[in-house]
């Protein structure tokens, strides 16, 4: 029996971004999400000198900083295409969560942050959501991912009702 072996070429091979529709990582996601809001509405709470009855505004508030819209989607024949601008990311950190209706992006960023005070230098993590409802039913089965010069782009195949074609063909009434 032969086996082969790919040639080595001196280059690591390319990352793919993760996709993912398990229910059990979605449901990971969605605690990531609302510990990243409760935190972020803490902050905020916080800083209005713990002002009571603005909960639902630091919620909001919260909300609209952690949970970022920005992809771009587009329709061509029976596949979406799905797009967004990941700057300083690599794709080992892109975890595309993907749902008939609906998509997730989640990745890490890593930033330097320096006290003057005490002249100290420290990496925080901080995670971003990218979201966006989808006007079409997909089926993330089909769905592949590739993040080239920051730029993520998600191919997934629409998902048409049973026994529908996704285009007729042909002429009728003859």
Same mark, same amino acid.
């Given at each position: 029996? $032969?086996?082969? @072996?790919? &040639? /080595?070429?001196?280059?690591?091979?390319?990352?793919?971004?993760?996709?993912?529709?398990?229910?059990?990582? *979605?449901?990971?996601?969605?605690?990531?999400?609302?510990?990243?809001?409760? %935190? *972020?509405?803490? *902050?905020?709470?916080? $800083?209005?000198?713990?002002?009571?009855?603005?909960?639902?505004?630091?919620?909001?508030?919260? %909300?609209?900083? !952690?949970?970022?819209?920005?992809?771009?989607?587009? %329709?061509?024949?029976?596949?979406?295409?799905?797009? $967004?601008?990941?700057?300083?990311?690599?794709?080992?950190?892109?975890?595309?969560?993907?749902?008939?209706?609906?998509?997730?992006?989640?990745?890490? +960023? +890593?930033?330097?942050?320096?006290?003057?005070?005490?002249?100290?230098?420290?990496?925080?993590?901080?995670?971003?959501? #990218?979201?966006?409802? /989808?006007? #079409?039913?997909?089926?993330? &089965? +089909?769905?592949? &991912?590739? /993040?080239?010069?920051?730029?993520?782009?998600?191919?997934?195949? @629409?998902?048409?009702?049973?026994?529908?074609?996704?285009?007729?063909?042909?002429? !009728?009434? %003859?």
């Amino acid at each position: 029996m $032969a086996t082969s @072996k790919p &040639a /080595l070429s001196g280059k690591m091979p390319a990352v793919a971004p993760k996709i993912i529709s398990d229910p059990n990582e *979605r449901e990971a996601l969605d605690q990531a999400i609302q510990r990243q809001v409760a %935190e *972020r509405a803490y *902050r905020l709470f916080e $800083a209005s000198n713990a002002a009571h009855g603005k909960d639902q505004e630091h919620w909001l508030q919260a %909300e609209s900083e !952690t949970l970022r819209h920005g992809l771009e989607i587009r %329709e061509s024949g029976s596949w979406l295409s799905i797009n $967004a601008s990941l700057p300083n990311v690599s794709a080992d950190n892109v975890r595309i969560y993907l749902e008939p209706n609906r998509v997730v992006v989640r990745t890490q +960023t +890593t930033s330097e942050t320096q006290d003057p005070s005490t002249q100290t230098h420290s990496l925080a993590q901080q995670d971003i959501f #990218v979201l966006s409802d /989808l006007n #079409v039913e997909v089926d993330p &089965a +089909t769905a592949s &991912a590739s /993040l080239k010069d920051e730029k993520l782009t998600v191919m997934v195949k @629409k998902r048409y009702p049973a026994g529908a074609p996704p285009t007729q063909t042909g002429r !009728t009434g %003859e």
